[in-house]
């Protein structure tokens, strides 16, 4: 039986929500190997004269544990 863990990851982009889960999946694939799915649990963006700057996301990433 596969053991899966699930961790949170904020990540943030000047360029686009896109960009900012393909962040937070580059800054988890350092540590954590066995990664299987990302979830975009929240979405925020950084306004700045009635222009977006910045996007935020808050993901949740799993991966199978192994022994």
Do not use: C, P, Y
């Given at each position: 039986m596969a053991i899966v863990?699930?961790?949170?990851?904020?990540?943030?982009?000047?360029?686009?929500?896109?960009?900012?889960?393909?962040?937070a999946?580059?800054?988890a694939?350092?540590?954590?190997?066995n990664i299987k799915s990302i979830y975009v649990k929240d979405m925020n963006g950084k306004v700045e004269?009635?222009?977006i700057v910045s996007y935020g996301v808050t993901?949740?990433?799993s991966f199978v544990?192994?022994?």
């Open positions: 863990k699930v961790i949170e990851i904020m990540a943030t982009s000047d360029n686009s929500f896109e960009d900012a889960i393909n962040n999946l580059k800054e694939s350092k540590t954590v190997k004269e009635n222009r993901t949740k990433v544990v192994t022994h």
